[in-house]
C-alpha cells in the first residue's frame, strides 16, 4: 500500500515541507573515534528532535542481518563498542524512535586489513572505441589491475543484442574464478525492462533502461507479459516479443557490481562520442593516481525539501558524514560552487526533464563548465531514464573536468558508508541495488530494475600516489631483484609484492611489508614473471582507519631461480591440526628450514586472506596462527621456502 501512495506523487517543481523539518532531521550524522589499545569503537552523534529512544545494531561487513547492541535514551548521544579487534571492521545501524525515523549507518574500523584482490572484472568496450581510445584503454587496464582486479576484456560491436552480450558474461562467469564486476564503456546494447515509473509520472510508466539485466545472472528475465504503450516517449513502449524485458523488480538480487560510462546521443556536448571518452578516461587515471587537487568536502543543493517524508537529499546527510566528516558538508549551489571549488562528493536535487534539473542546471551547463565534485548523486523527474537523448545524469561524465560518477539517488536511497574504509562505488551499488529492508529507510523504488551507476565502478574514495622507475634484475644466480622510486605520498607504511604468470590475473602477494626500495624474488618456477609493487599507508577517515593499497606498477622479466623448480614433495608437507579448525591453526613444518618460509592461506577463488613470514623452522616445531578472523570456508595453504614447498587444503569453521 505504501508503494502505491507514493507511486502518486510525482516529482514537481515545488519543494514540500512538513512543518519546519528539513531533508537533514531524516538522518543521523555519525561521527566515529576508535582506540588501538585496547580496541575500542566510538560512535557519535547529535540528539535528534522529537526522538524517544535510540537503538545501534551492528554486523559484520558481509552480514545480512543487524544485531541489536543497545537501546539508548532520548537523551544519549554516543555509544563505545569495546567487543571488536584490530584488523577488522564493523557496520553499524543508528536508528531513532520517534516524530522523525531517522537513520544512520557506518562501517567503522580500527587498521581494518588491506584489500590485496578485488575480484574479477569483466570490461566491455564498444568497438567503436578500440582504436580512437587505444591509449586511454590500455591505461585503464593497468590501473585496474594495479589496483587489485583481475581482468577479462571483450570488445563487442554497438550492434549487438543484449542476449548475445549477456551470453558472454554468463560464460566469464561459470568459467573464471572471482567474476563480481562488470564496466561497460561506450553504447553496447542497452537492455530495457518493466512497467514502472519510478519518479511517479503516469506518462513515464513502461520499460526503463538497466543494466541490471546484464548483473543479474540467475534471474528470470522474460518477454512475455508486460504490454503498455502509453508512455510519451516511445522508448519506454514495452509489448511482448519486443526485446523489452517483463520485470520491473530484479527477479533476484544482483551478483556484479556494474557501472556504464556512455556518451552516445549527447549532442549539447558539441564533441565527439571518443574525445568525451577519452577525456574521461584521462580524468579517471588523474583521479586514481592521486594527481587531482581535491577537497575532502561534501556539497548538497536540496530543492525539494522534505517532500511528504521522503526527504530525498537525506541521502546526502547520512552518507556523507562517514566519508568527509559532518563539519565538511555546505549547503551551496551546486553548479556555481564546483565550476571554482573542487568537491569530493555533490549531491542535488529538484523537479527534473530529461535535459534538467530545477535549482541545478541542465545537460548543455557541462559542455565547457567544469563540474568539480568527483562523485556526484542528482535525483529529479525523468532523467533517471538515462538512455535519454542529452540525458541530464550522464551529462556530468562529459564535463571538462573531473565528475567520474552521478546516480539517481532519492528513489530508492542510496548507502555508500563502505567507501569509508576503502571500498568501491560500484561495491555500494550493488549493495543499493539489492537492499529491501536491510538497510532504511530504503525507500520507494527499493529492488525495482532501474537502478544504475553512471561511470567508473572501481573508483573509491581515496588513492595513493604510485610509484615510478621500476626496474627488474633478471639473474640466473640470484632470480629477479625489484627496484623502484619511492611513492610520493607522505605517511607511507612500506610497499607490498605481487607475482603473477599472466599479465592480467592470478597476482599474489609475495612479500611481507617492505620499508625499503628493492626486493629480492628468489623462489618460484623459471619462466616469465609479472610483477607489481603497491605503496602502503594506513588511512585515518571519519570511519576509523584501514590499510589502503595505492595503484600498483607492474613490470615483468624472464626469471631463472637459484633452485629452479622448488621441490614439491611430502618431504616437506606440514602437519595441520586441527582440520577443520576454528580459532588457532597448529602446523608443524614437517622439515627444518634454515631460510625464511612463507605461508599464504588462499581461498578457493586464490585471494591470498593470510600471509606471513617465518624467519627459520624446524621440522617439529609448533608455528601457531590465529585464524579466527577468517571466514568459514574452505582455504589451501602454501607453506614455502628456497629448499622446498608444498600445498594442502584446510577447512575453517
Known amino acids: 500500500m505504501l508503494r502505491r501512495i507514493l507511486g502518486l506523487f510525482f516529482l514537481g517543481i515545488a519543494s514540500t515541507s512538513l512543518s519546519a523539518q528539513t531533508t537533514a532531521d531524516y538522518a543521523i550524522p555519525i561521527t566515529v573515534q576508535t582506540q588501538s589499545s585496547p580496541p575500542k569503537i566510538l560512535l557519535q552523534w547529535k540528539p535528534r528532535t522529537g526522538a524517544t529512544s535510540y537503538t545501534v545494531s551492528r554486523k559484520a561487513k558481509s552480514g545480512t542481518s543487524f544485531t541489536l547492541l543497545a537501546t539508548l535514551g532520548a537523551n544519549d548521544s554516543s555509544y563505545t563498542d569495546a567487543s571488536v579487534s584490530l584488523d577488522s571492521c564493523y557496520e553499524y545501524a543508528v536508528l531513532n524512535a ?52 583481475d581482468l577479462i576484456r571483450h570488445d563487442l560491436s554497438r550492434s549487438a ?37 519510478p519518479d511517479g509520472h503516469p506518462d513515464h510508466r513502461g520499460a526503463w533502461p538497466t543494466d541490471n539485466y546484464y548483473s543479474d545472472l540467475n534471474g528470470n528475465w522474460t518477454d512475455a507479459i508486460v504490454n503498455d504503450v502509453t508512455a510519451s516517449r516511445s522508448q519506454n513502449d514495452n509489448i511482448p516479443g519486443d526485446g523489452k524485458w517483463d520485470p520491473s523488480f530484479l527477479p533476484t538480487d544482483v ?74 558538508i555546505v549547503a551551496a549551489d551546486m553548479m556555481s560552487t564546483l565550476k571554482d571549488s573542487a568537491y569530493q562528493w555533490a549531491y542535488g ?10 535549482g541545478i542546471g541542465k545537460t548543455s551547463d557541462y559542455d565547457s563548465t567544469p563540474v568539480k565534485g568527483i562523485f556526484m548523486m542528482t535525483f529529479g523527474s525523468y532523467f533517471g531514464d538515462w538512455d535519454a537523448t542529452d540525458n541530464f545524469l550522464r551529462a556530468p561524465l562529459c564535463a571538462p573536468e573531473p565528475a567520474l560518477v552521478n546516480a539517481w539517488a532519492g528513489r530508492p536511497n542510496w548507502f555508500i558508508q563502505a567507501m569509508g574504509l576503502g571500498e ?69 607504511q612500506g610497499y607490498y609484492i605481487y607475482r603473477s604468470d599472466s599479465a592480467w590475473r592470478d597476482y599474489q602477494l609475495i612479500s611481507s611489508l617492505i620499508s625499503g626500495n628493492n626486493f629480492l ?33 607492474m613490470d615483468s622479466a624472464f626469471v631463472s631461480y637459484p633452485t629452479g623448480i622448488p621441490n614439491i614433495s611430502t618431504a616437506f608437507a606440514p602437519k595441520l591440526y ?57 582455504y589451501l595453504l602454501e607453506w614455502g621456502s628456497s629448499q622446498g614447498c608444498n600445498t594442502q587444503k584446510w577447512t575453517k569453521w
Open 98 to 149: 520517534g516524530t522523525i525515523a531517522a537513520s544512520g549507518y557506518v562501517l567503522a574500523g580500527i587498521h581494518a586489513a588491506p584489500l590485496h584482490h578485488r575480484g574479477t572484472l569483466i570490461l566491455l568496450v564498444d568497438s567503436t572505441f578500440t582504436d580512437s581510445c587505444r591509449a586511454e584503454l590500455t591505461q585503464l587496464m593497468n590501473d585496474l589491475r594495479g589496483d587489485g582486479w
Open 161 to 197: 543484442k543484449d542476449t548475445f552480450v549477456k551470453s558472454i558474461i554468463l560464460n566469464d562467469y561459470a568459467t573464471r574464478s572471482g567474476v563480481n564486476a562488470l564496466f561497460i564503456l561506450g553504447h553496447i546494447a542497452v537492455p530495457y525492462s518493466g512497467d514502472l515509473n
Open 255 to 328: 551478483e556484479l557490481q556494474t557501472g556504464r560510462v556512455d556518451f552516445a546521443n549527447m549532442p549539447s556536448m558539441h564533441r565527439s562520442e571518443w574525445t568525451l571518452m577519452r577525456n574521461y578516461l584521462y580524468k579517471a587515471h588523474a583521479y586514481k593516481t592521486h594527481s587531482l587537487p581535491i577537497r575532502r568536502k561534501a556539497l548538497v543543493d536540496d530543492n525539494f525539501g522534505v517532500f511528504y517524508g521522503e526527504a530525498f537529499a537525506a541521502n546526502a546527510w547520512r552518507n556523507f558524514p562517514v566519508l568527509v566528516g559532518k563539519d565538511n
Open 349 to 358: 536535487c529538484g523537479g527534473g526533464t530529461y535535459t534538467s534539473a530545477g
Open 424 to 492: 568501491s562505488i560500484g561495491y555500494c551499488a550493488r549493495i543499493t541495488q539489492n537492499n529491501t529492508s536491510l538497510y532504511s529507510p530504503a525507500n520507494y523504488g527499493a529492488h525495482w530494475i532501474h537502478v544504475g551507476l553512471m561511470g567508473d565502478p572501481s573508483l573509491r574514495d581515496e588513492y595513493i600516489k604510485p610509484v615510478t622507475g621500476v626496474r627488474i634484475t633478471a639473474d640466473s644466480l640470484a632470480g629477479a631483484a625489484l627496484s623502484w622510486t619511492a611513492s610520493a605520498d607522505t605517511g607511507l
Open 521 to 553: 624474488d628468489t623462489t618460484g618456477i623459471n619462466g616469465e614473471k609479472y610483477y607489481l609493487i603497491r605503496p602502503v599507508k594506513l588511512q585515518t577517515t571519519p570511519s576509523g582507519s584501514y590499510v589502503n593499497l595505492g595503484l600498483g606498477i
Open 578 to 634: 586441527p582440520n577443520p579448525a576454528t580459532t588457532t591453526l597448529n602446523i608443524i613444518p614437517g622439515a627444518s628450514s634454515n631460510t625464511p618460509v612463507k605461508l599464504t592461506i588462499m581461498d578457493v577463488s586464490g585471494r591470498i586472506v593470510l600471509y606471513k613470514e617465518v624467519p627459520s623452522s624446524q621440522a617439529t616445531q609448533v608455528i601457531r596462527v590465529d585464524v579466527s578472523r577468517i571466514p568459514v570456508g574452505n
